[in-house]
């Protein structure tokens, strides 16, 4: 797992696809049930196992079920600063809160016109996801994007998913659907740039130094 070295706490850095906001307070988030279900996070030859539920929402959901804090970020495989966040602090999230049962945390793609394969993107997500694996898809998209159909299913090929399921999902009207509704969630809760972050409903817009971050996580644990 790689680490990286972080300016002073006390700076931010503001993203390319947002600013910065103040913390805001979000509505409550309806129950969601797992449709895949797994709670470990297991090692396997020192590599960290990811194992990920797939929501009804669309959501990507990692941690303990029962964690006493929950990071819901909205994301983009095409936003710099997303993939930032993915290649920077998820990892040390993982490391610090999601291993030691602290932390739930949960992906949802926010698809932007600004991006033209930005819906691709989310559509092949969620099709990865459907086959347990959402997280490596999503490492993929975010390194090599989702330009068209042949890109996604060769993408779909190197995580050696079931090629007919996926084309099947990818073709599924549901799918959309599921899109449909991480954009109605999105709406609800006022997101309109990417990342935003929800720190166990309370609001925050743009990519936090990750001191900033854990600091902001180890205050809610401590109040939970």
């Known amino acids: 797992m790689r680490r990286y070295v972080f300016l002073l706490s006390l700076l931010i850095l503001l993203t390319a696809c947002v600013p910065l906001e103040a ?6 988030q309806q129950d969601q049930v797992e449709a895949l279900d797994s709670d470990q996070l297991e090692s396997e030859d020192g590599q960290l196992q990811i194992v990920e539920r797939l929501l009804p929402s669309g959501l990507i959901e990692i941690g303990d079920r029962d964690a006493p804090v929950v990071l819901l970020i909205f994301t983009e495989h095409h936003c710099r600063y997303c993939k930032d966040f993915y290649h920077e602090h ?22 932007l016109r600004k991006y033209i394969h930005s819906q691709n993107a989310a559509l092949g997500l969620l099709c990865g996801a ?4 959402g997280i490596p898809m999503h490492e993929l998209l975010f390194a090599l994007g989702a330009k068209d159909r042949e890109a996604l299913l060769s ?25 449909e509704r991480q954009k109605s969630i999105a709406r609800s809760l006022d997101v309109t ?28 644990t401590t109040d939970e």
């Open 90 to 111: 998820f990892p040390l999230l993982i490391e610090d809160f999601v291993t030691q049962g602290k932390l739930k945390l949960q992906i949802s793609i926010l698809p």
């Open 23 to 28: 913390p805001q307070k979000a509505p409550a």
């Open 155 to 179: 993408e779909a090929a190197t995580l050696e998913l079931d090629q007919d399921l996926f084309v099947q999902c990818l073709d599924s009207p549901d799918t959309l659907k599921t899109v």
């Open 193 to 220: 740039l990417v990342p935003t972050f929800f720190l166990n409903g309370e609001k925050s817009v743009g990519l936090p130094q990750y001191a900033d971050l854990r600091g902001m996580i180890e205050v809610v």
């Open 130 to 133: 459907t086959q347990g694996k």
